[in-house]
């Protein structure tokens, strides 16, 4: 099973009085590269959250939402300074003493002054908060794999086609190669006979003359490798896991034996089947940048 670096999830988890909502999404990248946002209350569960995410990526550039909503009104509580309250009365008194008037404050008069009462959020157990959160990260992160890996099997048949395409090409060079041989001889046959006339022929020279063209153009061990890398690539696809880096070093391997044919190439044929093998090749690593 193998996994496209491009997913989504989304997973909510309500207790009653809290509601949790997280969002994955995420692109190709070398590495993993995670950006989480949280709000300021679950700041504090930025690396819990980051641990957790590990156990399901591997690589790409995640971008993590959280939201959090709160019944606040059952959690926060009204709470009397009774300290400050005392200083403003006998604020009050001195006043009334220094000025020469009436000390007239009542209880609503000091109810009312700056920070006597005051509305203070209670305590929240940071286990059921870390619970409610967790529940909701691991749903949207199964969710974000079951879209990896969906669009990784869609990866995977892709690639297939193109690997098959990619060895019928292989396997025409292959085919090719001795005819190219052939008809170089007679090619040159037909030159010494037209120069020497009716003349002997010194065979030994002609078939000295194939033997280095022979190993000018030979490409036997291009084909070997290539045959072997893309076996390569269909085993890695079946065994599944994080695969991206080998495949991505084993496509640059391949388009290093087709730059060799092309270079070693005097056919018209097998020049024009090394540059579609080439535009194959690319269309394969494009694939691979996306496999995580």
């Known amino acids: 099973m193998i996994k496209s670096m491009t997913g989504f999830g989304r997973a909510e988890f309500s207790d009653g009085t809290r509601r949790f909502c997280v969002e994955i999404k995420s692109v190709n990248h070398r590495y993993l590269d995670m950006n989480i946002k949280l709000p300021r209350k679950l700041g504090f569960f930025e690396s819990a959250v980051r641990a957790v995410l590990k156990e399901y990526m591997e690589r790409g550039k995640v971008d993590v939402f959280v939201t959090y909503e709160d019944d606040t009104e059952e959690r926060l509580s009204l709470r009397y300074h009774e300290e400050i309250a005392a ?10 003493e220094r000025f020469g008037i009436v000390d007239d404050v009542r209880v ?11 509305m203070e959020e209670q305590t929240v157990d940071e286990e059921e908060l870390w619970s409610g959160l967790e529940t909701a990260l691991r749903e949207a992160a199964e969710r974000f794999v079951e879209s990896r890996v969906a669009e990784g099997e869609r990866l995977r048949r892709d690639l297939e086609d193109k690997l098959d395409g990619m060895l019928a090409g292989v396997d025409f060079i292959e085919k090719r190669s001795p005819e190219i041989l052939e008809e170089y001889r007679q090619r040159l046959l037909a030159k010494v006979q037209e120069l020497l006339g009716d003349r002997q022929i010194d065979e030994s020279r002609i078939a000295a003359e194939i033997v280095i063209f022979a190993d000018r153009i030979c490409v036997d061990e291009e084909i070997v490798r290539l045959k072997s890398h893309i076996r390569g690539v269909r085993d890695a696809l079946n065994g599944g896991g994080g695969i991206g880096r080998k495949l991505d070093f084993i496509a640059q391997e391949m388009n290093r034996e087709a730059n060799t044919i092309l270079s070693k190439s005097t056919d018209l044929a097998v020049s024009d089947m090394g540059i579609c093998l080439k535009t194959d090749i690319e269309k394969v690593r494009e694939q691979i940048q996306n496999i995580e």
């Open 87 to 96: 200083q403003y009365a006998g604020y009050m008194r001195q006043m009334s």
């Open 108 to 118: 609503s008069t000091l109810a009312r002054c700056p920070e006597v009462f005051s």
